[in-house]
């Protein structure tokens, strides 16, 4: 992530430029993508998170759930003005609606006891938030460097929380239902 931001704060890259053509291609119809990063949907879904990490009796990790995007939203604020990079006049790297989005989508997956219907929903989920906010408010380049720092805070949680949880919902990892 601090390797991407030093690469791109004097500018955008040239992907970059591509989805902001695209964007601008689409017109009106690409703030439908903004939805998956909107943050009271998102808030939404941690609440839910949180809710069944406490029914599920994983106290340790219904604070984590609680606490990591707090801690995710404030490391991309110290970052933000080292790296410096501005869109429309505001900082951009790294991007705080992708953070929050990728963080939560992680944490639901570890929730889950990392299932594969769950990984494959936090992924498709996060990559249309990213989309979204690459074509309008961000560079595609910031929805990296926040999807990386996301995917950092979420493993470095899993790993502090290991838990009794280990079996994934619905069986183990390969067995089909």
Known sequence: MVLLGWAVRTGPAPIDDWFQQLGSDMGRFRSVFLLFSTPIAVAVALLVGVIVAVRQHR???????????????????????????????????????????VTVASLLV???????????????????GMFGQAITYHYFTDTIGAALLSTAIACGVALACGDSKTEPVGGTVGELR
């Open 59 to 101: 106290r340790q990790l219904a604070l984590a759930l609680t606490l990591c995007p707090l801690l995710a939203i404030g490391i991309v604020r110290i970052c933000k003005p080292l790296f410096g990079r501005e869109k429309g006049g505001a900082l951009a790297y790294p991007s705080g609606h992708t953070t929050f989005l």
């Open 110 to 128: 570890v929730v889950a006891g990392a299932a594969v219907w769950a990984t494959v929903l936090a992924v498709s989920l996060s990559l249309l």
